[in-house]
């Protein structure tokens, strides 16, 4: 069945860092593009970053546009979202995506989700 798995999230201090991982499996994950979306207490859900199956072309919420980073690695069916200068208005639960096109901002991604990891961003 399809999988997809995250992992790397915490606890840090405004103007650290931290790599979320999204391992996939139960599908051609190269075939994919996959998205991190994110979740705040009472927000709606929305798209941070996505990235083509193939060619590396990727699309990112302005809010963390030059911070954040999406990268892939087909070989190991591996998702990742480097996140760096993180601030507390980046708090949220972060999800992992997979779906036939790139999702792009405002869009609600594909139908493959995964359990989501917690970013906490607090002194």
């Known amino acids: 069945q399809v999988q997809l798995v995250e992992s790397g999230g915490g606890l840090v201090q405004p103007g650290g860092s931290l790599r979320l991982s999204c391992a996939a499996s139960?599908?051609?994950?190269?075939?994919?593009?996959m998205s991190w979306f994110r979740q705040a207490p009472g927000k709606e859900r929305e798209l941070v970053a996505s990235?083509?199956?193939?060619?590396?072309?990727?699309n990112y919420a302005d809010s963390v546009k030059g911070r954040f980073t999406i990268s892939r690695d087909n070989v190991k069916n591996t998702v990742y979202l480097r996140m760096n200068s993180l601030k507390p208005e980046d708090t949220a639960v972060y999800y992992c995506?997979?779906?036939?096109?790139?999702?792009?901002?405002?869009?609600?991604?594909?139908?493959?989700w995964g359990q989501g990891t917690h970013v906490t961003v607090s002194s």
């Open positions: 995506n997979a779906g036939r096109t790139l999702v792009g901002v405002g869009d609600k991604g594909g139908d493959s």
């Open positions: 139960g599908f051609i994950f190269s075939s994919y593009a």
């Open positions: 990235i083509t199956g193939t060619s590396g072309r990727t």
